[in-house]
């Protein structure tokens, strides 16, 4: 069984590493002021977040063309048995769902396209997905490889600190209010992902200092 590994430009892999790593990731759409951009393609990560930290410039961010995972799904195929679809978190996107639904509505991929819910971002995405290239490396069976990566979500807890609640306030995970709130105390809430659930962790801080402190003590 030959397996391929897809992410997306959210495990902070870029397109010249998904190369060398001999995978594939899907580049994450983004709206600037209008015009439409695809990281690591037409805007670079550091571009996007100057363009993100300019209050006067308005920025959101999309699901990738479902249409345009298809095509790639069906081009990976032409030389693999299955593939394992490694998206960013579903606690913090629909992006997940989205690829699932595509997989079980398309004949040619049933059996073939595993998306897993990794419950992991950045950083810890990347290490899923080089994870999941060296069990498929080791000739692992395709089911195999997603209960060991769901079995590690589980056991593994993130925490992340926001230094501004203005990006949690924008992308509708936190209401205006708590966002004000928050600036006018200067609070730096500590977040945790465990599971399914992203939530706010421990009490929040007024330093980074401090916020640091609460993420690695033991």
């Known amino acids: 069984m030959k397996t391929a590994i897809i992410t997306d430009s959210n495990s902070g892999i870029t397109q010249d590493e998904a190369k060398r790593l001999g995978i594939n990731a899907v580049p994450m759409p983004v709206l600037i002021d209008g015009g439409m951009f695809l990281e690591d393609i037409s805007i670079t990560q550091e571009q996007f977040y100057e363009k993100l930290m300019d209050s006067s410039v308005n920025v959101f961010t999309f699901q990738p063309s479902p249409d345009k995972v298809t095509d790639m799904?069906?081009?990976?195929?032409?030389?693999?048995?299955?593939?394992?679809?490694?998206?960013?978190?579903?606690?913090?996107?629909?992006?997940?769902?989205?690829l699932q639904g595509c997989a079980e509505?398309?004949?040619?991929?049933?059996?073939?396209?595993?998306?897993?819910?990794?419950?992991?971002i950045p950083v810890p995405q990347?290490?899923?997905?080089?994870?999941?290239?060296?069990m498929a490396d080791e000739g692992k069976e395709p089911q195999e490889i997603v209960d060991c990566l769901l079995e590690a979500s589980l056991e593994n807890s993130i925490y992340l600190m926001a230094d501004t609640l203005k990006y949690l306030k924008k992308g509708g995970r936190i209401t205006t209010a708590v966002a004000m709130t928050g600036t006018l105390l200067m609070l730096k809430p500590v977040l945790q992902i465990q599971g399914f659930k992203i939530?706010?962790?421990?009490?929040?801080?007024?330093?980074?200092?401090?916020?640091?402190?609460?993420?690695i003590e033991p």
């Open 126 to 134: 990347k290490r899923s997905v080089l994870d999941a290239i060296q």
């Open 105 to 120: 509505s398309d004949d040619r991929f049933k059996g073939m396209v595993f998306v897993v819910d990794n419950r992991r």
């Open 199 to 215: 939530d706010t962790y421990s009490k929040s801080t007024r330093k980074l200092a401090q916020a640091k402190e609460v993420i």
């Open 73 to 98: 799904r069906a081009s990976v195929l032409k030389d693999y048995n299955a593939i394992i679809h490694i998206p960013m978190f579903s606690g913090l996107s629909n992006c997940r769902a989205t």
